[in-house]
């Protein structure tokens, strides 16, 4: 079977993820699909729910190979191909929601296996990028837990009225790029990858669940033994 094209899988994608917010009962077109709704930002569908709190997630350029994700990739549809053709409508997004978790559950375990160079696990890089999840807490966003890994960073945040999560997160990428290639000399090749995951929290068990990995993460990579023993993270005991 042939692979699907680009603008197809990505029209499959918007398709899934429409289906999966008519179930929730969530409008799919609003105003300003900014704020809330679906929109595309390069590849991924993006779902913003006003008022919402986000789970984060962004990773060196060289933290993944292509050819990795790709597999990644091939194997999230061909499960969601199934899907679509057994019929069974009624566990539809039930199914759906599974292969998206298990798909970034793939992508969080090999990231942390330390892929690529690592510049974050040096203390001034890791210190950057802290210092700037931190700059605008309580006046642009409320920073609920965070953590820098040394080939991604999570970030679980809500933004506050007037502000766009995708302006928040670009403002972090920008800034932090742009001072952590000064510091280590390097040319025009990109810092981050420039498709962030992000995710739309809905409730308070999810809210649970997601801050306890993202304060266990360290430990779940082997990084240290305690989540408070993790110096750039939201759990650090000295902070």
């Known amino acids: 079977m042939a692979e699907p094209e680009p603008d197809e899988e990505l029209n499959r994608g918007l398709d899934r993820t429409k289906f999966q917010l008519r ?8 105003p300003n699909k900014l704020r809330s709704g679906i929109h595309t930002r390069g590849y991924l569908p993006h779902v913003k729910r006003e008022g919402a709190n986000y789970f984060v997630t962004f990773r ?18 061909e499960r969601l191909r199934a899907v679509e053709q057994s019929g069974a409508k009624t566990s539809d997004s039930a199914n759906i929601q ?32 802290a210092a700037a999840f931190r700059f605008f807490d309580e006046e642009r966003y ?10 991604h960073t999570h970030v679980v945040v809500w933004p506050m009225p007037g ?8 403002s972090w990428k920008q800034f932090t790029s742009r001072r952590a290639k000064e510091i280590l000399g390097m040319g025009k090749e990109p810092f981050w990858q420039p498709e962030s995951f992000d ?32 110096r750039w993270s939201s759990a650090w005991r000295g902070g």
């Open 23 to 30: 179930a929730d009962g969530v409008p799919t077109v609003t």
């Open 60 to 77: 060196l350029a060289d933290s993944m190979p292509k050819e990795v994700l790709m597999r990644f990739e091939s194997e999230k549809a």
């Open 98 to 129: 599974e292969i998206n978790r298990n798909h970034q559950r793939k992508i969080q375990r090999y990231l942390d296996t330390g892929a690529g160079a690592c510049h974050l696990r040096r203390s001034d890089i890791a210190q950057l990028v």
């Open 142 to 151: 409320r920073l609920i837990e965070w953590v820098v890994m040394p080939n």
């Open 163 to 170: 502000f766009l999560l995708g302006e928040i997160v670009k």
């Open 199 to 230: 995710h739309w929290i809905r409730d308070d068990e999810e809210m649970v669940r997601i801050r306890r990995y993202v304060r266990r993460n360290p430990v779940l990579a082997g990084l240290c033994e305690r989540d408070e023993d993790w």
